[in-house]
């Protein structure tokens, strides 16, 4: 997530998680609970899958935190609803253009929480 500690990670997209369809798509995270049995190699990075996902995602800690989604499919842009942006992308007009383009119906908002484009 964006913050003011480090700038590498620029956006951040926050979804609308109420809609019964949003609720499918969650039947898919390889975080949930529900789904440790599954063998999910194939969609991590083999660098951190053994020493760190598989341990991590069963014993939550600062970095997961039972917060977090990771879903194996797309996600619909009708559930989106904000992005949040970074200082670097707040400032780059083309790289918000670009964002609006392809999430015309969301507001992108910078890291004090005001919306910049609606």
Known sequence: M??????FVQIW???NWISKYAKLLKEWD???LKNLD?????????????KFFLPNRRNK???FTDRESAILFWIP????????????????????????????NVYICN????????
């Open 77 to 104: 842009p009708v559930l989106i609803e904000w992005i949040l942006v970074w200082r670097k992308y707040e400032k780059n007009k083309k790289i918000l253009k670009k964002i609006k383009d392809l999430f015309p």
């Open 13 to 15: 997209i926050i979804i």
């Open 30 to 32: 390889i975080l949930d």
């Open 2 to 7: 964006p913050s003011l500690a480090q700038d």
């Open 38 to 50: 599954k063998d999910v190699r194939e969609f991590v990075h083999p660098g951190v899958y053994e």
């Open 111 to 118: 890291l004090n929480g005001k919306v910049i484009t609606e």
């Open 61 to 63: 800690d600062l970095f």
